[in-house]
């Protein structure tokens, strides 16, 4: 920072002399073109010296000009704040694990907590509920996980953030988020697709506990 402003105000002194010598130079040239039009032996040798001083002064405002553009720096954005800095910093990962048997899950930008899962092996993003009773597969997640949609029977009825819908009951039988791994995880099916599938209690339940600080969700087996 030091540096830039020694750097600055040589750039505004260099800046003056120019100035100054182009003023001189002007003087200059007025006076000359003056001292001519009294004392010229004619007309021609008056036009001679007057064109010779337009192209000094024109010379001293091309020197002035490209110096001008040259040292006078560029404005940029200003600095950032500390606030701003944090707000445009790498975003934090969706999901970390702290330890080999628990998760920490950030929440995204409307607020709600996502993570990726697998189910049977196949990666599937979840929508963490608490709301829904079971673990709840899309149609297109369940097909993705080998599960066919096709052959189920839409039978139970499935509470969900946006009420109940109709449901297949499933049996998952490998669920994993991060290092937290269960088997055989009462699940179910809808009939249509929803926004997410729904990581619900019947596998929140069965962890040790979880809970909700600093705004992150930790899960913990």
Excluded: C
């Excluded at 750097?7 to 120019?18: F, H, R």
């Excluded at 079971?134 to 029977?153: S, Y």
């Excluded at 988020?177 to 599938?197: E, K, Y």
Aim: without cysteine; proline residues 5%.
């Amino acid at each position: 920072m030091r540096r830039e402003g020694i750097a600055l105000m040589a750039g505004t002194y260099v800046v003056w002399l120019i100035t100054a010598g182009v003023a001189v130079g002007l003087v200059a040239m007025a006076a000359a073109v003056g001292f001519a039009w009294r004392y010229k032996p004619s007309i021609g040798w008056m036009a001679a010296t007057l064109a010779v001083w337009i192209v000094v002064a024109g010379t001293f405002a091309a020197v002035y000009l490209q110096q001008i553009h040259g040292l006078t720096p560029t404005a940029g954005p200003p600095a950032a704040t500390d606030e701003q800095a944090a707000a445009t910093a790498a975003p934090l990962p969706a999901a970390v694990a702290p330890d080999s048997s628990s998760l920490r899950i950030f929440p995204g930008g409307d607020g709600h907590y996502r993570v990726d899962g697998l189910v049977n092996g196949a990666m599937v993003q979840f929508l963490v509920d608490t709301g829904a009773s079971v673990v709840l597969l899309t149609p297109q997640d369940a097909r993705h996980a080998g599960i066919d949609p096709d052959a189920l029977q839409y039978r139970q009825k499935i509470d969900t953030p946006n009420g109940a819908v109709q449901g297949a009951a499933i049996v998952i039988y490998q669920l994993a988020v991060g290092p937290i791994r269960l088997v055989n995880v009462a699940g179910a099916v809808v009939r249509t697709n929803t926004t997410s599938s729904l990581l619900g209690m019947s596998f929140l339940s069965r962890l040790s506990g979880y809970e909700v600080s600093d705004g992150a969700m930790t899960l913990h087996q």
